[in-house]
């Protein structure tokens, strides 16, 4: 059977880390599927997890030690593998597509086939 390809967003990523079920539910679904992750989108969880981390009450070393953690489930995708799709995804877009969201969304018209940088990354996953 043909791995599927799941782009995660910063959103995502940041669930992942204070609470269980978002990454339980990324860690039972690894095995079938490859999750990519656009640079743009780690840096942005990076940028705003400590302070989320804070407003709980928790240890923002931790936190961010917990998103580190998550890159053993997916792949990070640099821009320049996928940066030649972006007008071709800007234009499918109805209306603007906000810039932390700009990356995902490039990178999924990017996997459709899955090109030869993702999906050499996917068997490896």
């Known amino acids: 059977m043909e791995r599927r390809a799941l782009v995660l967003d910063a959103n995502i990523l940041i669930r992942a880390v204070p609470g269980q079920r978002v990454r339980r539910t990324l860690e039972a679904h690894a095995d079938n599927i490859s999750f990519f992750v656009p640079e743009s989108a780690y840096a942005e969880a990076e940028e705003h997890l400590a302070a989320l ?5 928790r ?3 931790k936190g961010l030690a917990s998103l580190e953690g998550m890159e053993a489930l997916g792949t990070i995708v640099s821009q320049d593998l996928y940066a030649d799709f972006e007008s071709e995804a800007r234009k499918r877009s ?4 906000p810039v932390s969201f700009a990356d995902g969304f490039t990178l999924c018209l990017a996997a459709r086939p899955l090109p030869a940088f993702l999906a ?3 068997k490896g996953t």
């Open 53 to 57: 981390v804070v407003n709980r009450g």
């Open 94 to 97: 109805a209306h603007a597509i």
């Open 120 to 122: 050499t990354s996917a």
């Open 59 to 61: 240890d923002p070393a």
